[in-house]
Antibody, heavy 120, light 107 residues
């Protein structure tokens, strides 16, 4: 069974760095064409794509966040890590990770999401 | 950067009605277009990928069409569990983006 699960802090102060981990099971991050993406959703708002990492470690980021966002992975531990620097209250959102396989340009399995609040 | 717009923003319908949701891209995305359903407090669920392909386990009342810049998600006969928010999503090169969403609500 394929699962993804996000973990990390619930509350982060403005200007701090947010680090979230996506732990996956049921598939390998090293399988050719496999990838994990991060998406966030502020309360009551739409989905926003943040960035993506492929099995070959290639990364792509949203234009609006690329100066603050880094995505990396630890294949041996089945983890993908999102790091967002210099957070602001507008970064308050539920953060999701999701899987993309080689055969689809879409995200077929999602984690349940984790709500992160940025506040002093 | 490809921008997706969805119309209408809200559809007020009854169970058994046909729902037609539109998604327009600011430039051609060929058929790299997907649709998701999201209910409150839940993660999105993939419905359609490649513009027309139903994801695993998705009922055949859901269908997708279109290519280039204009796409449609059709729900042929609404079931009570279909009242939710629907998002389209595209891929261009290594960039992805979502539309603003469209809500299907009870009339």
């Amino acid at each position: 069974q394929v699962t993804l699960k996000e973990s990390g802090p619930v509350l982060v102060k403005p200007t701090e760095t947010l680090t979230l981990t996506c732990t996956v099971s049921g598939f390998s991050l090293s399988t050719p064409g496999m990838g994990v993406t991060w998406v966030r959703q502020p309360p009551g708002q739409a989905l926003e794509w943040l960035g993506h990492i492929f099995s070959n470690d290639a990364t792509f980021y949203s234009t609006s966040l690329r100066t603050r966002l880094t995505i990396s992975k630890d294949t041996s531990r089945s983890r993908v890590v999102l790091t967002l620097t210099n957070v602001d209250p507008v970064d308050t959102a539920t953060y999701f990770c999701a899987r993309k396989t080689r055969d689809k340009d879409a995200f077929d399995v999602w984690g349940p999401g984790t709500l992160v609040t940025v506040s002093s | 950067e490809v921008v997706l717009t969805q119309s209408p923003a809200t559809l007020s319908l009854s169970p058994g009605d046909r729902a037609t949701l539109s998604c327009r891209a600011s430039q051609s995305v060929e058929t790299y277009l997907a649709w998701y359903q999201q209910k409150p407090g839940q993660a999105p669920r993939l419905l359609i990928h490649g513009a027309t392909n139903r994801a695993t386990g998705i009922p055949d009342r859901f269908s997708g069409s279109g290519s280039g810049t204009d796409f449609t998600l059709t729900i042929s006969s609404l079931e009570p569990e279909d009242f939710a928010v629907y998002y389209c999503q595209q891929r261009t090169g290594g960039q992805f983006s979502f539309g603003p969403g469209a809500r299907v609500e009870f009339k």
